[in-house]
């Protein structure tokens, strides 16, 4: 597999008497010595590490990578081997196929990510794990879109619908994404906020927004998810189970509160009576009684969005403005 070969390459560069190692006097927190890779990778997964060292070490790293390249770049990927094992697994666990192909893309993404991303911005890590995702999830959605084999021996072969892999979130965004139901940059919004678990506050600060305007952003843009959802689904008509199956995983998305980027969340979708569109049961935003984000947990009133009246993007505020490479 790629990215154990991976591995085996940074242990050896971390091995022996003199390992690959950065100047832990740069950062506070850090040992005031030369601090090895794996160290270095083992501190900066710690829970009390705080963003600022993470982005600051990274930030380095990356900029190694990019004068020196080699030595450091399987640097890098050895420091985010632990991350990127988690979404190679993930990506492949319901891939029949050979999962080489996704875990060598995984592995590329963020490689190549490593050449473009901004430094200026925190949460280094966070936008290189969207970036290693994307390609592995672009990688799967091209084998499951290959013919397949199908029917019994002599019939030959045949193209059959692939087996649509819900299972997880994150492939909802992107396919809406795709489809130009949400923005890229949105859809980061959403990821970043409801899967990552990062507050609006982090994410207002970050673009230079205030926390009601980026609030209000994430709630018209969940509400188009939902009705281009609402809308797919009665497209699909009543054979539709594996379509009704994603908006569960899309629309308990928007209603979870503490949920970690690769967790699979519940479904909430139960079918209309009479051969109906199924009927939506999710929150779009927290409505906990001291979450403060609902007034005391006052039910929204989520008006459905119109032709005439289209919801406004979100912009990334900065100097470069452009679409985010979020899936």
């Keep these: 597999m790629p990215l154990d070969a991976a591995r085996s390459a940074f242990e050896w560069l971390v091995a022996g008497p003199c390992p690959v190692s950065v100047d832990g006097r740069l950062f506070p927190g850090l040992p005031a010595r030369r601090v090895p890779l794996n160290e270095v990778r083992d501190r900066l997964l710690r829970r009390r590490c705080p963003q600022s060292v993470r982005d600051a070490v990274w930030a380095h790293l990356v900029l190694l990578a990019r004068t020196e390249g080699g030595t450091w770049t399987v640097g890098c990927v050895g ?85 649509p892999p819900w299972g997880h979130p994150d492939f909802v965004l992107a396919r809406a994404v795709a489809d130009g139901a949400i923005t890229a940059v949105e859809a980061e919004l959403i990821g970043a906020t409801r899967l990552e678990g990062v507050s609006l506050a982090d994410v207002a600060a970050e673009r230079y927004m205030s926390y009601q305007a980026v609030k209000k952003a994430r709630q018209r843009a ?106």
């Design 79 to 163: 420091v985010a081997l632990p991350a990127l094992t988690v979404i190679a697994a993930t990506l492949s666990a319901k891939f029949a196929g050979d999962p080489s192909d996704i875990h060598a893309a995984v592995l590329a993404g963020f490689v190549a990510e490593l050449g473009g991303i901004d430094l200026r911005r925190p949460r280094i890590m966070l936008r290189l794990r969207w970036a290693a995702y994307r390609a592995g999830h672009a990688c799967v959605r091209e084998a499951l879109d290959a013919p397949v084999p199908s029917g019994h021996a002599g019939e030959g072969f045949r193209s059959a619908m692939p087996p």
């Design 222 to 327: 969940e509400r188009r998810l939902v009705a281009y959802l609402r809308d797919d689904v009665r497209d699909a008509g009543p054979h539709g189970c594996d379509v009704a199956t994603q908006v569960a995983d899309a629309v308990t998305i928007t209603a979870a509160e503490d949920v970690n980027a690769l967790a699979v969340p519940s479904r909430t979708v139960t079918a209309a009576a009479v051969g109906g569109a199924p009927v939506l049961r999710g929150r779009v935003s927290p409505q906990g009684r001291f979450s403060g984000v609902q007034e005391c947990g006052a039910a929204p009133v989520i008006p459905a969005p119109t032709a005439s009246t289209p919801a406004p993007l979100l912009r990334r505020s900065g100097p470069t403005p452009g679409a985010s490479r979020c899936a």
